[in-house]
């Protein structure tokens, strides 16, 4: 098991609680690889949390996604993770 720091597709949001606005959170690699995970910003409601009687935003975290891709940026289409991981060694991430 590895913790890997990962950009956060929120570039540096103050609201997103992902990161916290630091543009990269600790990613743990678990025995499957990189897997999507639920957004803690939204919830997996695809909304920023606010103000009931304000119109509802996109999540800033997921971009509407509802879940967090730790590939991305940037996005490979592999059926493996193999692929992604030697792109993210050679291009960070
Ligand atoms: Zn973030
Ligand atoms: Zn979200």
Redesign the pocket.
Known sequence: MAVERVR???R??PE?K??????Y?DYEVGPRGWLPFACP?CGGSRVMPGAADAPPRQC??CRGEGSIDPGYPPQIETTGGFLRMIWRVFFGG
């Open positions: 956060c597709p929120c540096a949001n997103c992902l990161c916290g606005g630091s543009n959170y910003t800033v975290t």
